[in-house]
């Protein structure tokens, strides 16, 4: 395969916005896509599904939770592409009490909120970020990475202390501090001291933030890297989107929900912006005052 093909990746595409996006990457993005899944037979269901409308996306297993499965995907776009041209880190997961919550439904969880917590930081923060760390060093000039948040991270932010809205918007954050202030929420809901600590009880928010900051602060730090100019960073929200994470509650189809997803992967060379920004229906949001 010729080095020089242009390759698109996203994570947790073998349904709901994740496979929506491939789908309109298999129709606008000059490369191959690839469509990838913590389960195989799930996401090789899922490129079949997408045969059968006539699109030809590849498959490539990662479960973003396991440092093996992302150092294999890495390995191989390094030897079959020699780099990465779009990244879309879309997988997550979100506590169903939490998502019930947000549609006024109130239900108590199976497991504890610590656990629920710590489960959903660990993936939508870590295990996103350790995709991030070891894809990063393969995007080419001109990648655009996008970060799925939430306008969840709107909602949740002013139910904030000042003291933390401050180190959220603060804008020199860099990762060690942005590590540190998103360990310390971890670390109350250990204590159970989130709201003391300034925090809201709402971990999937929570972690949504987390993923803005931590995208506001990779497109700050890829600028500085003049060897390989223009690449973009951005989070955004899909919308309220009718999928398996939502109990189909969300009012937008999957493929309605994948297009701001597929405006910031498909942004073109040297746009002015947006960079390191947070997006919803294509256009940027700031956090509230
Ligand atoms: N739906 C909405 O209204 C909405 C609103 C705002 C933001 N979002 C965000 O949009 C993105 C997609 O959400 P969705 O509604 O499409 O959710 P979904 O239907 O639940 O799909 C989530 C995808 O992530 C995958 N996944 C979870 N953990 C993974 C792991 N460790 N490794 C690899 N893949 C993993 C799932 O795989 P399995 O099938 O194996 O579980 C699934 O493919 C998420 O980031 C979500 O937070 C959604």
């Given at each position: 395969?010729?080095?020089?093909?242009?390759?698109?990746?996203?994570?947790?595409s073998?349904?709901?916005?994740?496979?929506?996006?491939?789908?309109?990457?298999?129709?606008?993005?000059?490369?191959?896509?690839?469509?990838?899944?913590?389960?195989?037979?799930?996401?090789?269901?899922?490129?079949?599904?997408?045969?059968?409308?006539?699109?030809?996306?590849?498959?490539?297993?990662?479960?973003?939770?396991?440092?093996?499965?992302?150092?294999?995907?890495?390995?191989?776009?390094?030897?079959?592409?020699?780099?990465?041209?779009?990244?879309?880190?879309?997988?997550?997961?979100?506590?169903?009490?939490?998502?019930?919550?947000?549609?006024?439904?109130?239900?108590?969880?199976?497991?504890?909120?610590?656990?629920?917590?710590?489960?959903?930081?660990?993936?939508?923060?870590?295990?996103?970020?350790?995709?991030?760390?070891?894809?990063?060093?393969?995007?080419?000039?001109?990648?655009?990475?996008?970060?799925?948040?939430?306008?969840?991270?709107?909602?949740?932010?002013?139910?904030?202390?000042?003291?933390?809205?401050?180190?959220?918007?603060?804008?020199?954050?860099?990762?060690?501090?942005?590590?540190?202030?998103?360990?310390?929420?971890?670390?109350?809901?250990?204590?159970?001291?989130?709201?003391?600590?300034?925090?809201?009880?709402?971990a999937?928010?929570?972690?949504?933030?987390?993923?803005?900051?931590?995208?506001?602060?990779?497109?700050?730090?890829?600028?500085?890297?003049t060897?390989?100019?223009?690449?973009?960073?951005?989070?955004?929200?899909?919308?309220?989107?009718?999928?398996?994470?939502?109990?189909?509650r969300?009012?937008?189809?999957?493929?309605?929900?994948?297009?701001?997803?597929?405006?910031?992967?498909?942004?073109?060379p040297?746009?002015?912006?947006?960079?390191?920004?947070?997006?919803?229906?294509?256009?940027?949001?700031?956090?509230?005052?």
């Amino acid at each position: 395969m010729a080095l020089t093909k242009r390759v698109a990746v996203v994570t947790g595409s073998n349904k709901g916005i994740g496979f929506a996006i491939v789908r309109g990457l298999c129709k606008q993005f000059d490369g191959d896509v690839y469509l990838t899944a913590r389960n195989e037979s799930r996401g090789m269901k899922a490129v079949e599904d997408l045969k059968k409308e006539g699109l030809n996306p590849l498959f490539h297993q990662l479960d973003i939770s396991d440092p093996t499965s992302i150092q294999n995907l890495k390995t191989f776009l390094h030897k079959q592409y020699g780099g990465l041209d779009v990244l879309i880190n879309n997988a997550a997961i979100a506590d169903m009490t939490e998502v019930l919550s947000f549609y006024g439904i109130t239900q108590k969880g199976d497991i504890s909120y610590a656990k629920q917590a710590e489960n959903t930081m660990k993936v939508n923060v870590w295990d996103t970020l350790a995709v991030c760390d070891a894809l990063f060093p393969l995007l080419r000039p001109h990648a655009r990475v996008v970060n799925i948040s939430s306008e969840a991270s709107t909602m949740i932010y002013p139910k904030c202390s000042k003291a933390i809205k401050g180190r959220i918007r603060d804008p020199d954050i860099t990762m060690d501090q942005f590590k540190k202030l998103f360990r310390e929420f971890e670390a109350a809901v250990t204590s159970d001291t989130v709201e003391e600590k300034g925090w809201a009880k709402v971990a999937y928010g929570v972690s949504k933030i987390a993923v803005r900051v931590m995208s506001y602060i990779q497109g700050k730090d890829l600028t500085k890297d003049t060897k390989r100019p223009d690449i973009v960073v951005n989070s955004c929200c899909p919308g309220d989107v009718d999928t398996d994470m939502t109990d189909h509650r969300g009012i937008k189809t999957i493929d309605e929900g994948a297009e701001t997803p597929l405006y910031l992967a498909l942004l073109p060379p040297n746009v002015m912006g947006p960079r390191g920004e947070f997006v919803k229906d294509k256009q940027i949001e700031q956090w509230p005052v």
